[in-house]
């Protein structure tokens, strides 16, 4: 995969950096602690890819993941489930076009997500459902 960058959401900063260092070699990572300040990263800057914890302190990560693509309709989203991947949530969270991704994670498992997140078809289900893209 080439060169990205990539925005890290994530309330707890231990975690984003433990994130952000598995990504680092290659790609350009910034790590911020809330959505707001994350909107705010993606309103102002390009980015190709948002990892997003579920649990931010000012917002649940598939709203961040909404409020995000209001800005920025084709930017692949991976969404941190810090409990047990539920049956059924593949497909809740591809209605908010996102990944989810279980922590805690390896290397492997966090490279593999970047490279499905890719895949995702972002769009598909906003132009179904009749919202702007």
Known sequence: ME???ILIADEDARRGEVMASYL??????RVVGTARDALERIQAESWGLLIVSEELPDA????MVDAAHDFAPLLPAIVVVLGT???GIHEDFMKHEALPMHWPLTVSEL???LHAAH?????LYR???GLQT
């Open 3 to 5: 060169w990205m960058r």
């Open 24 to 29: 680092r070699v290659g790609h350009d990572v």
């Open 60 to 63: 649940h990560g598939l709203e």
């Open 85 to 87: 991947l539920r049956e």
């Open 111 to 113: 490279w593999l997500a």
């Open 119 to 123: 895949q995702l078809p972002l769009g």
């Open 127 to 129: 132009r179904r459902e």
